[in-house]
Nanobody, 121 residues
Framework: QVQLVESGGGLVQPGGSLRLSCAASGFTFSMYAMNWYRQAPGKERELVATIPSPVTGGNTNYADSVKGRFTISRDNSKNTVYLQMNSLKLEDTAVYYC????????????WGQGTQVTVSS
Protein backbone atom coordinates (compact mmCIF):
# COMPACT_ATOMS: atom_id res chain seq x y z
CA GLN A 1 0.00 0.00 0.00
CA VAL A 2 1.02 3.58 -0.60
CA GLN A 3 2.32 5.43 2.41
CA LEU A 4 3.63 8.93 2.97
CA VAL A 5 4.82 9.32 6.55
CA GLU A 6 5.83 12.74 7.80
CA SER A 7 8.11 13.47 10.71
CA GLY A 8 9.92 16.45 12.19
CA GLY A 9 7.01 18.64 13.15
CA GLY A 10 6.68 20.19 16.56
CA LEU A 11 6.88 23.38 18.55
CA VAL A 12 9.44 26.01 17.68
CA GLN A 13 10.03 29.64 18.60
CA PRO A 14 9.77 32.45 16.07
CA GLY A 15 12.99 32.72 14.13
CA GLY A 16 13.77 29.07 14.68
CA SER A 17 14.12 26.21 12.25
CA LEU A 18 12.60 22.81 11.61
CA ARG A 19 13.17 20.16 9.00
CA LEU A 20 10.22 18.06 7.95
CA SER A 21 10.73 14.66 6.37
CA CYS A 22 8.33 12.54 4.37
CA ALA A 23 9.18 8.90 3.80
CA ALA A 24 7.43 7.37 0.81
CA SER A 25 6.70 3.73 0.07
CA GLY A 26 4.42 1.63 -2.10
CA PHE A 27 5.01 3.48 -5.36
CA THR A 28 7.81 4.46 -7.69
CA PHE A 29 9.07 7.55 -5.93
CA SER A 30 11.18 8.86 -8.81
CA MET A 31 8.15 9.05 -11.09
CA TYR A 32 6.43 11.62 -8.91
CA ALA A 33 6.73 15.28 -8.21
CA MET A 34 6.71 15.87 -4.48
CA ASN A 35 4.98 18.70 -2.72
CA TRP A 36 4.41 20.19 0.68
CA TYR A 37 1.06 21.73 1.52
CA ARG A 38 -0.12 23.33 4.72
CA GLN A 39 -3.44 24.17 6.29
CA ALA A 40 -4.01 26.51 9.19
CA PRO A 41 -7.26 26.47 11.19
CA GLY A 42 -10.06 28.15 9.29
CA LYS A 43 -8.00 28.46 6.14
CA GLU A 44 -7.80 26.54 2.91
CA ARG A 45 -4.97 24.18 2.18
CA GLU A 46 -2.20 25.90 0.27
CA LEU A 47 0.76 24.70 -1.71
CA VAL A 48 4.00 25.58 0.05
CA ALA A 49 6.68 24.02 -2.13
CA THR A 50 7.09 21.62 -5.00
CA ILE A 51 9.98 19.68 -6.47
CA PRO A 52 9.71 17.83 -9.78
CA SER A 53 10.36 14.23 -10.56
CA PRO A 54 13.99 13.66 -11.55
CA VAL A 55 12.66 11.79 -14.57
CA THR A 56 10.87 14.80 -16.00
CA GLY A 57 13.09 17.50 -14.54
CA GLY A 58 12.11 21.04 -13.80
CA ASN A 59 12.45 23.69 -11.13
CA THR A 60 11.50 23.86 -7.51
CA ASN A 61 8.76 26.35 -6.70
CA TYR A 62 7.63 28.06 -3.53
CA ALA A 63 4.75 30.07 -2.25
CA ASP A 64 5.63 33.75 -2.00
CA SER A 65 5.06 33.63 1.73
CA VAL A 66 7.90 31.14 2.27
CA LYS A 67 10.28 32.03 -0.54
CA GLY A 68 13.79 32.55 0.75
CA ARG A 69 13.03 30.82 4.04
CA PHE A 70 11.98 27.30 3.07
CA THR A 71 13.84 24.79 0.92
CA ILE A 72 12.40 21.61 -0.53
CA SER A 73 14.70 18.75 -1.45
CA ARG A 74 14.50 15.05 -2.17
CA ASP A 75 16.69 12.01 -1.79
CA ASN A 76 15.56 9.53 -4.39
CA SER A 77 17.76 6.77 -3.00
CA LYS A 78 15.90 7.07 0.30
CA ASN A 79 12.45 7.77 -1.16
CA THR A 80 12.26 10.82 1.05
CA VAL A 81 11.35 14.45 0.53
CA TYR A 82 12.34 17.20 2.96
CA LEU A 83 11.23 20.67 3.82
CA GLN A 84 13.82 22.80 5.56
CA MET A 85 12.08 25.68 7.29
CA ASN A 86 14.15 28.60 8.55
CA SER A 87 13.27 31.95 10.08
CA LEU A 88 9.91 30.60 11.12
CA LYS A 89 7.05 32.99 11.75
CA LEU A 90 3.84 32.72 13.71
CA GLU A 91 1.99 32.63 10.40
CA ASP A 92 3.74 29.38 9.51
CA THR A 93 1.75 27.53 12.14
CA ALA A 94 -0.26 24.86 10.34
CA VAL A 95 -0.62 21.19 9.64
CA TYR A 96 1.88 20.33 6.94
CA TYR A 97 1.05 17.63 4.42
CA CYS A 98 3.31 15.67 2.13
CA UNK A 99 1.94 15.03 -1.34
CA UNK A 100 3.06 12.93 -4.30
CA UNK A 101 1.81 13.80 -7.77
CA UNK A 102 2.25 12.62 -11.31
CA UNK A 103 0.46 13.33 -14.58
CA UNK A 104 2.05 10.81 -16.91
CA UNK A 105 1.64 8.07 -17.90
CA UNK A 106 -1.42 8.20 -15.67
CA UNK A 107 -2.67 10.68 -13.12
CA UNK A 108 -2.07 9.84 -9.45
CA UNK A 109 -2.06 11.85 -6.24
CA UNK A 110 -1.18 10.60 -2.77
CA TRP A 111 -1.34 12.38 0.57
CA GLY A 112 0.36 11.97 3.90
CA GLN A 113 -1.43 12.21 7.21
CA GLY A 114 -0.05 15.61 8.11
CA THR A 115 2.23 16.84 10.85
CA GLN A 116 1.66 19.79 13.14
CA VAL A 117 4.06 22.72 13.09
CA THR A 118 3.47 25.29 15.79
CA VAL A 119 5.47 28.51 15.93
CA SER A 120 4.99 30.20 19.26
CA SER A 121 6.89 32.15 21.87
Amino acid sequence: QVQLVESGGGLVQPGGSLRLSCAASGFTFSMYAMNWYRQAPGKERELVATIPSPVTGGNTNYADSVKGRFTISRDNSKNTVYLQMNSLKLEDTAVYYCNAHRLLPTYHVYWGQGTQVTVSS
